[in-house]
Structure formats: C-alpha cells, structure tokens
C-alpha cells in the first residue's frame, strides 16, 4: 500500500508492475490472509496502525480479486484502469505535435514492440501492455534466476527507456504540468 501509493505518483509503469506482482503474490498465498500477514506483511516490521493499514489493503485486494474473478489470472480493474489511462496519455503525446522527443522514441523502439506482440497471447493489448508485459516477465525471469540473453537485454534497456520517458509525462500531466495538445 505504502509503495503502490508511492509509485503511482512518482512512476506509472513501476506502479502497473508493482501491482501484477502484489496480484502474483496472492495468488501465491493462496488468498490467505494469516499467509499474507506471515510470508509479506510481517517483513516490513510496521509498527501496529500502519500494519493494521497494510492488512486491510492486502484484504481488500483478495476481496477485489475475488469479486473480479481473477483469482487464476487477469488484473484488477483498477490496474487495468490504470493502464488504460496511461495508453491514453501516449496515444495523445503520440498525435500531439507539442511532444517531438516522445514521438521520436517511440518510433525507435516500435519495431521492438512489433515483434513482442507478435508473441503476446493477447493480439488485443495495446502498446503499453505489450511493454509492461515483456518488463514483467523479464522481471519473472530474474526472480526465477534463469539465464536472460544479451539481445532479450537489450531490448529491455530500450523498452524501459522508453516507459521512462512516458512516465515522466504521464506524472506530469497527472500534475497538470504538461499540456498534450488535443484542444
């Protein structure tokens, strides 16, 4: 809870693939809250108001993910939401004349986004989504300690440049202090 706050305003991808992995981990519990509160919430070593806080918001992501249906896979709608609003804000700085250096990244990184959606199960994600996916399962891969290719590397520099640059707009927009240019 307190990190999520925190990266929803400071970086939105960070926010978006810290929440996937808030999802994994309780999936992993099995949505068991004395699991939880063992395996999660008791290696902060809160002290009791903000432990008690970061209890009832792991509840209350299990009772979302319950109500959501999403106990086996999928994302909360918030993050979705979340997420949505994020491909919006770079479709706009992407039609926005006022934003050349985003545009210019993007151009240089959608070659690489291609062929990542190539391989998506989901033909329906859009660009954001294709990137925060290869992120997250790059991120997998590490938590796994597998072996990851120089060239899978170096995409992932390119991919994370590039959700760099967007939530650097994206915070500030949010603070209204970048204007996308669509009126």
């Not at 990266?7 to 949505?31: G, P, S």
């Not at 300690?145 to 650097?168: G, H």
């Amino acid at each position: 809870m307190f990190i999520a706050s925190q990266k929803k305003k400071e970086n939105i991808a960070e926010y978006i693939l810290y929440m996937w992995q808030i999802e994994d981990l309780v999936r992993t519990c099995h949505f068991d809250m004395d699991l939880i509160r063992k395996q999660i919430i008791s290696r902060f070593r809160l002290e009791e108001e903000k432990e008690k806080q970061l209890t009832e918001w792991y509840e209350s992501i299990v009772d979302m993910m319950t109500t959501e249906r999403i106990r086996d896979k999928g994302h909360l709608q918030m993050v979705r939401n979340t997420l949505d609003e994020a491909d919006q804000v770079h479709k706009a700085l992407l039609y926005s004349m006022r934003h050349p250096d985003y545009t210019s990244s993007y151009y240089k990184v959608l070659p690489l986004i291609a062929e990542l959606r190539a391989k998506e199960q989901n033909a329906d994600a859009n660009d954001m989504e294709v990137c925060l996916n290869f992120l997250y399962g790059i991120l997998l891969l590490r938590l796994q300690k597998k072996e990851i290719s120089q060239q899978t590397l170096e995409s992932q520099q390119q991919v994370a440049r590039f959700m760099a640059l967007l939530s650097k707009k994206y915070k500030l927009y949010k603070e209204e202090r970048l204007e996308l240019g669509l009126d």
